[in-house]
């Protein structure tokens, strides 16, 4: 089986692409009808499919549970990994937070080694990175950012974690999705 950057980096790479521009989308009345189809697609609703943050992703201070809504675009490219990754068999859950913190804060916060020690075990997993870098004022800060990690379970299934963390323009609030990815991977054809 590969290792975690290998089969996903190619999604990866689209995912960023496609939920960098989601943001110039979400408020446009074109999105909230297109959402609807997204969320037929999808599955997903307005305030997530959990009801609270699964207990092996650490809960950083200051999140409050939010009802909000998946952008299209990131419904969308959730169903192409989860079609290139498992065959479109596999589980999505999502849950949204908005802090008052700053979206590097974020980004700091969920580091390789903590989601390690709280068991997610893939050796490469990709981690998190901020975007977007806003150097108009003295400090530079990240408007945007993104995280993935990978486990492999003791079910014979493997998980896939993206947290996706955007800041809000209206509300100034960092608004941070968490969406789990849980299937037996298809395996990759080997020459």
Same mark, same amino acid.
């Given at each position: 089986?590969?290792?975690?950057? @290998? ?34 697609? =999808?599955?997903?609703?307005? !305030?997530? =499919? ?45 849950? !949204?937070? @908005? ?30 990175? !901020? ?7 003295? @400090?530079? =800060? ?27 323009? !209206? ?12 299937? =037996?991977?298809?395996?990759?054809? @080997?020459?």
């Amino acid at each position: 089986m590969q290792t975690f950057k @290998t089969r996903y980096l190619p999604i990866v790479l689209v995912f960023l692409a496609i939920l960098s521009m989601s943001c110039g989308l979400a408020n446009t009345v074109v999105n909230g009808v297109a959402n609807k189809v997204g969320n037929a697609v =999808t599955g997903g609703g307005d !305030a997530g =499919t959990v009801a609270e943050l699964w207990p092996d992703v650490p809960k950083m201070d200051g999140l409050k549970q939010e009802n909000l809504e998946l952008p299209l675009t990131a419904k969308l490219a959730l169903q192409g990994v989860m079609n290139a990754t498992t065959g479109g068999k596999g589980t999505f859950n999502f849950i !949204a937070f @908005t802090t008052t913190k700053n979206t590097q804060d974020v980004v700091d916060f969920y580091t390789n080694d903590k989601m390690t020690s709280s068991g997610w075990n893939q050796s490469d997993q990709a981690g998190c990175v !901020a975007s977007s870098t806003d150097t108009s004022g003295t @400090t530079p =800060t990240a408007s945007g950012g993104i995280c993935f990690f990978g486990k492999t379970m003791s079910n014979n299934k493997d998980a896939m974690l993206g947290i996706f963390i955007a800041q809000d323009s !209206a509300s100034k609030q960092t608004q941070v999705f968490f969406m789990r990815v849980e299937a =037996t991977i298809k395996p990759t054809a @080997t020459p």
